[in-house]
């Protein structure tokens, strides 16, 4: 009997109108749980009912626990009839269930019906009291914390990272099971909120048994999905990526300050090698070759050997543990591996074939996350993907979903196979979608192949491997994900390979794709901008088997022209990489919709971007002054998007550049592939078509057309940028204003007979045009930044066009900006220049060994030469600012104070430390104009500008159904589902305010089904949306609340302690 | 091709205050359209038609959704559908209550019923307010009169905890409850000339010094409904005109402080006895139901306009009634100074007030 749950129910307000005679409304709540209901008494004739019912209790499994939401149905009672019901609240019970998130829910939920929406609101308290299981059989996984967010969160820190977990659980779908013919819309809407809801708590569970499994605590970048199937089944998945995290204090912020003089620390020359611990300080670990349990992708000692410094000293920044135990570290200095990365070849293919083995072992090396911490990334192949179409049907036993689970892992072997086929051992920035039409259904798996840091490897790379990742070639953080991963005598694929324009001395592609975020040690020129590529193929209309070969037969085109088009908008827009890659292919029935976005810049370590040739098949096709007129064009357009994103890239000494490699010009890096249901694997290779994709040929009027939909899309107008990424490139100096929205369109095709060329425009026209609308309503703003750009197309029906979008628009200051990018290489400039210059500025690096040489001996301090290699591998000054966040972290968990184990954890007891902190939070946001409604801010991000995240309070994942019989009398189907979007925010802010959270991020709505039957004056729409709730602060007063929220902390665990 | 759906949702909630306005104003989306496509927002951010269209649209929509939450504006601030920063929901509220003064003085001291919605569009015809527009403030005027009907304490105080309107504003309202209440009539063309806002001061007057509230603050309806037993002593002022030794007492002091004051001094002098009896006639009927409706137009009639005739300026008016009220006292055998204070200290203030053109 492991947990307790408690519920009262307090007080109502605004109800609806029960009662016509009366005007007013007898109210009474059923609250349930499992099978259990208790009931309140009835509050007459009041719309403003207080119940201040006893507590329910209800004694449970924590199975249960996990599965099960609290159902709360407020009902009007009835003496001679049946009780009509109100609405329902359904709370998540699961941010209860561990320790270090919400400890009590509290407040006014919306209560929600499906068919007239919000009706009014009910005030709720709910406990949970755990006791410990130490049952290792059990079936529950309490205590597994989820993240949406796809970065390490940011009061966390990761000491390993375990790696890919998926499952998937499917059930039928009771809006197709028989008994709905029968039952009322209510009843059916209701019946599949629950299951849904049953589902993704039973999928959350079995999630958090492997990670258990795997000795893990947490799941980052957790994404769930439904497919809805329709006759076939419901099915609910999920993947994400096991971690072991460890909460910080909060009072041990990461003070960025510390970092930024580093060397004032009197102290730091005292210890052995400050220059090299300088540079290593997120790779501080435990000796690789010390006895202790192997574990997975070490970022930092979990346990705590004793720290060679006095807390006393918190800002010297060779507090780090490891250093002492670095330095005794046998060396086996072999060779100078630093002076070019071609010599280390031989080691270089060692090294990759025992990281390997490492990673082999895992079944998928694949991960989640989009965001690294600095030097976890080594290397970017490129993107990977795959997609298989297969046709459903029937889901015949719902505990043995095998077909289901074959198929991804189908789909899942094809991305590891393109991955090592890119010399990668690992895929990053992973994400698995799905489209379904009728009974066919694309599966899609994307992410980016990566070469990831040895030193986080668990098995195989123990001692040698971890002292052997010295011979890795020297790769500066800032362009070092660029070099190549693959040999370049045995690619993949032709690819364009030039010496990287930072370091000269490895190779890099003329341009890179990539899923994941920008490395925030990349280095950039100018800003990014937001790129999509848009697509429109009809197709016959077809059934079974004919319907899933002609989509099959379609999507390797849909594939190349996407990406023909991204590689020309990049290079229209004078860049060389793009960022967040995102392509999703919907299918309809009669056409499939294809629409590509990402966050394109210009990475200084690439070769700078060659215009676009305009070429006529033949000199008589077309007149030559009309081709010298689009040429003309194009240019012009190149210029003005130089000037416009502000790409001044650092002029280059000619001499040092490698010539281009005589190779076929690289046209993809994006490696993709099909399977149709046959289960056949086709390949294709994108980059074997005979057309140059940097000479456009104006072979037909289409041509003409392609390059016209080039130039069409506008550039946002002043004061915006957009991107579709965490990070915009080059603007940082976020200020505090947010504003998330949602916006939904739908376009109805009337034209019957309609051309690919004439559905392409329309298309492309709906997606610029959203954006039009976007920039207009938030002019307000300005200057502004849309991040975040998140495009989701469907077809609806036959003859309808769906675009989703949700984003962010975050203010920033201008002035700012302009300050930060003059003064940055200057600033640079001067602290290397501190810190006994390490390692030249990254901007006039010479390739010359000679030179690394000299810089590693500087930094060599006290140290043997053999550790020259690894000197040379970071390099300092721009790696200070970054690597802060893990020094503090490191700093930090001197001062973490340990629970002892606690057999009960009273939730109102561990509640108490940080009430405080959340008090203080929420009570700001109140003060605001006396209103009793907490302030929620939402952002699709992983972070507030201007505030930091003192506590993860649980994820939110919300499914909601929401049906009307009166679509004109609610405003049409816009109407309809503006109220809904609307009161689907309003839901998910009144539960984080109940949590005690004042914020959403990594908020998604990941699904927006909407149906119409205008001529029945009917509408039914599904929305599912997920994100985790915080408790941020603003910077400004982070000081003082921290330390509050600390002593609390101590107090807490004395509380724990006790009892 | 159409464009089935469009919706824009944002967590806080967007409003955009001109649009508001137009929607207030009874605008059509299309014509609101083409008013901001006149207003020259279409030059910044490169905007369209389509676009401004779009945006109108959401917006009209959002504010659909708020209305029913402005009708109980306590709702608006623990609301959970919306989020609106409370200067936001501030600005919601005002505007919302926000009334034209031309439709205001149509409808000021009319019963707020049935039969007078029906004639809004006669109204709307005349003060070329849009229907929408007219019907909105009307039912404002009928939600807050049914509201406060109710309430004890002071009006003006009541309907701004109520409606969280801004001190003017309820003042306005508190005005407009007390017309339709007492249903005063101002309709009448000799009164035509007297703007709402003369109207709201006189209301103001008489509120904080003829009803029952003025004696005592805590009983139902107290600052709506006039205190009858003041109207009953005032009765007693007759004295003044029927005693004819009173009458020429009170004109001699009268003439006496005014003479080589005034260039009117002759008119004023000459109809002293007229306006004299002119006023406390007022006063001596008002306790009759019909007699307090007519109020304002018997002041017009008997006082105003005998005065504006014989040219008295401002000031002459503002001379004379002082010393008319002053000298009373000075009167031995008039008794009722308290009664004549409290009336002729609000006629004096709404004449004032009124005399002008």
Sequence with gaps: MPGKLKAKIVAGRHLPVMDRASDLTDAFVEVKFGNTTFKTDVCPKSLNPQWNSEWFKFEVDDEDLQDEPLQITVLDHDTYSANDAIGKVYIDIDPLLYSEAASVISGWFPIYDTIHGIRGEINVIVKVELFNDLNRFRQSSCGVKFFCTTCIPQCYRATLVHGFVEELVVNEDPEYQWIDRIRTPRASNEARQRLISLMSGELQRKIGLKVLEMGGNAVVGYLQCFDLEGESGLVVRAIGTACTLDKLSSGSAPNTNTHMHPNTAPASNACNSPSKDGKEPVFVEDLPSSSGPPTPFRALPTSSSPPPFSPSKPCSRQSSSSDTDLSLTPKTGMGSGGSAGKEAGPLRTLLRQQTQTALEQREFPFFTLTSFPPGFLLHVGGVVSARSVKLLDRIHNPDEPETRDAWWEEIRQEIKSHARALGCHAVVGYSESTSICEEVCILSASGTAAILNPRYMREGCLDIGCTDHRFEEPSPPNCGFCHIPYDELNMPFPAQLTYCYHCRRQKVPDVLFTTIDLPSEAAVAGKGCLIQARLCRLKKKAQGEANATAISNLLPFMEYELHTQLMNKLKLRSMNALFGLHIQISVGENMLLGLASATGVYLTALPAPGGIQIAGKTPGDLSSEHISSIQKRINDTIAVNKELYQINPPELAEEGVGSPIPEPRHRSRLFRSHSESSDELSELDLSHGKKDAFVLEIDDTDAVEDIHSLLIDAPPPTGFYSCNTENMPGISNWTSGVQMFTSVRVLRLSNANLTNQGLNKIFTDLCENLLKSFYFKLRSMIPCCLCHLNFTVAVPEEELIQVTVTAVAMTYDKEQTQEKTAEKPVNKGSLEAEEQLQFPLELCADSSSSNIQTASKISGVGESTNMSPRAASVDYGSFADRCSTWLELLRLKAHTIRRGSVKTISSLERCSPLQEGRSRSLRSSRSFGGSSVTVVKMTPLSFLPGTRIIKYLGIINMFFIRETTSLREEGGVSGFLHSFIAEVFAMVRAHVAALGGNAVVSYSMKECVFMENPNKNQAQCLINVSGDAVICISETDQESSASTANTGQTGGSETDGAT | ?357
């Design chain 2, 1 to 357: 091709m159409s464009v089935e759906l469009d919706v824009f949702v944002g967590n806080t909630t967007i409003m955009d205050e001109e649009v508001y306005q137009l929607w207030l104003d009874g605008y059509t989306v299309n014509d609101a359209v083409k008013v901001r496509m006149e207003g020259g927002v279409m030059d910044e951010c490169e905007a369209s038609k389509d676009v401004l269209l779009s945006d109108t649209m959401d917006q009209y929509r959002t504010f659909q959704m708020c209305e029913r939450l402005l009708h109980s504006p306590a709702k608006l601030a623990n609301q959970l559908l919306f989020q609106i920063p409370p200067h936001r929901q501030i600005m919601l509220i005002e505007r919302y209550y926000a009334f034209d003064d031309t439709f205001v003085r149509e409808v000021l001291g009319k019963k707020l019923s049935k039969g007078t919605k029906k004639d809004l569009d006669d109204i709307s015809a005349k003060t070329s307010v849009t229907l929408k527009s007219c019907r909105r403030q009307f039912d404002n005027f009928k939600r807050v009169f049914k509201v406060v009907e109710e309430l004890k304490g002071p009006l003006v105080e009541n309907i701004r905890q109520h409606f969280l309107l801004s001190d003017k504003l309820a003042r306005d309202y508190a005005a407009i409850v007390f017309f339709a209440n007492n249903r005063f009539e101002t309709g009448k063309r000799k009164l035509q000339y007297l703007s709402f806002q003369d109207f709201a001061f006189c209301a103001g007057q008489l509120i904080s010094n003829w009803t029952v509230g003025a004696v005592d603050n805590m009983v139902e309806d107290m600052d709506v409904d006039l205190d009858k037993e003041f109207l009953q002593e005032l009765k007693e002022l007759k004295i003044l005109i029927t005693d004819k030794d009173l009458l020429d007492q009170h004109k001699s002091l009268v003439c006496t402080a005014l003479r080589g004051k005034t260039k009117v001094f002759i008119e004023m002098e000459g109809s002293f006895k007229n306006l004299s009896r002119g006023l406390i006639n007022i006063a001596a009927k008002l306790t009759n139901t019909k007699d307090v409706r007519d109020f304002f137009i018997d002041l017009v009639e008997k006082f105003i306009e005998p005065c504006r005739s014989d040219r008295w300026s401002a000031a002459d008016m503002k001379l004379y009634l002082t010393h008319y009220t002053n000298s009373a006292h000075i009167l031995d055998t008039f008794k009722h100074q308290v009664v004549w204070d409290r009336y002729m200290g609000v006629v004096k203030s709404c004449i004032f007030k009124m005399y002008h053109d």
